[in-house]
């Protein structure tokens, strides 16, 4: 299941449980998972409430007395030894490492020895797991979310009054797209910017998706000029028509590209190696004539969103370019699966591909065939030729 986080008011952790909750994850449920942690008794409530005309879900936690605080080391140890899964465990924990790191930055600190004191009380912890536990209710895979709209303005703390967004925000949405407001609220706070900083896979608009679902979670404090709203889109992958739907894949990526003409070719190869280190889908050497009929090259480079930063970094400082050019750009893909078939050299990994008339195409892996010509000293086109015939026959 695809999730589309829409934050045009920001987020915050009791804002996505409402969401959720308005997605159909039962209260009662959650309520009765969130008590097998060792907390303070608490009672978690959602009430149904119309924000500008909107339904939505308005969660509550109450804590009886005062919750006190935990360090990083403490709230890690309750995770790791909770009865959840694996996956709920590692959320969990993934959200409340970005908030360690970032406290301990703040404060010149060891992480493990960051003190949470509104983080560490009885409803955080409950807006931070219960999220891990709402998205394995929902089957949630892939999460996208807006760019994140940031308040103005001051907001109080233990740590007495803050400038917004409050440093901790700010030190957790550390390469992710925001954009500031005159609203003069906090619109995004510490734990909510590391709930779409940890389990966000890209950022920014809405992928293609079959809507099958949309939830409200409502936010504490009323907002003049947009509902103080959290809105979670939920879908499967589009593939638009029948063909598509069996045949093909689709996603977004970055083209990233420069054009270079004052290089060593050598060292082209060595940036190559460093892109897809970096994590490039795919890097291309284009030659081109380029001014003054200088013989040039194209760099050109595929990525997803979220490495796209870290891919033009590095053409600027690995090669003798100026300057980059970066775009988005929808790609339709075979869908292909990796395999092992047995052949007569042994199990052996290949790509199965579904064409689009219906048949399927068997492709090995060059690297995989290159151990076996070498190990066997025979033709490298020997070795393709004797799988495909193996598995396709």
Not at 82 to 95: A, Q
Not at 251 to 272: F, H, K, Q, R
Not at 357 to 380: D, H, M
Request: with cysteine; aromatic share 6%.
């Amino acid at each position: 299941m695809l999730a589309y986080f829409d934050c045009f008011s920001g987020i915050s952790g009791d804002m996505t449980l409402g969401a959720c909750v308005d997605l159909g994850v039962p209260v009662q449920w959650l309520a009765d998972e969130l008590h097998k942690l060792p907390l303070a008794g608490f009672e978690l409530s959602a009430a149904e409430v119309r924000v500008h005309g909107i339904s939505a879900k308005k969660i509550k936690v109450d804590v009886p007395g005062e919750s006190g605080s935990r360090n990083y080391r403490q709230i890690q140890s309750m995770i790791r030894n909770s009865p959840f899964s694996s996956r709920v465990k590692t959320r969990s924990s993934d959200i409340f490492d970005r908030l360690a790191t970032a406290e301990a930055g703040i404060h010149n600190c060891p992480k493990d020895k960051v003190h949470f004191h509104e983080v560490g009380g009885v409803d955080a912890i409950v807006d931070i797991v219960g999220t891990a536990l709402c998205l394995e209710f929902l089957d949630i895979e892939s999460i996208t979310v807006s760019k994140i709209p940031l308040g103005s303005g001051f907001v109080k703390c233990r740590h007495g009054t803050l400038p917004l967004p409050a440093p901790a925000t700010l030190a957790i949405l550390k390469d992710v797209p925001v954009y500031g407001t005159d609203i003069p609220f906090e619109l995004v706070t510490p734990t909510g910017a590391a709930i779409v900083a940890a389990l966000s896979h890209s950022f920014g608009k809405m992928k293609d998706m079959v809507v099958q679902k949309v939830g409200y979670g409502a936010g504490t404090y009323p907002l003049e000029p947009v509902p103080n709203l959290l809105r979670i889109i939920l879908g499967r992958e589009s593939m638009g028509r029948e063909k598509l739907q069996t045949n093909f894949e689709t996603d977004t990526v970055w083209v990233i590209e420069s054009g270079i003409d004052d290089m060593n070719p050598e060292v082209l190869g060595y940036a190559t190696e460093r892109l897809f280190a970096k994590g490039a889908l795919d890097v291309c050497l284009i030659p081109v004539h380029m001014k003054k009929n200088r013989p040039g090259t194209i760099l050109q480079v595929l990525c997803y969103e979220d490495r796209k930063d870290r891919i033009a970094d590095c053409i600027l400082s690995e090669t003798t370019s100026l300057g980059v050019r970066y775009y988005e750009s929808r790609r339709r893909k075979i869908k292909r699966e990796e395999v092992l078939v047995e052949t007569s050299f042994g199990p052996v990994q290949v790509k199965k591909i579904s064409d689009p008339s219906g048949g399927v195409r068997i492709v090995p892996e060059y690297e995989v065939c290159k151990k076996i010509a070498l190990a066997r000293q025979i033709p490298l086109q020997r070795v393709y030729e004797t799988i495909i015939k193996e598995t396709v026959s």
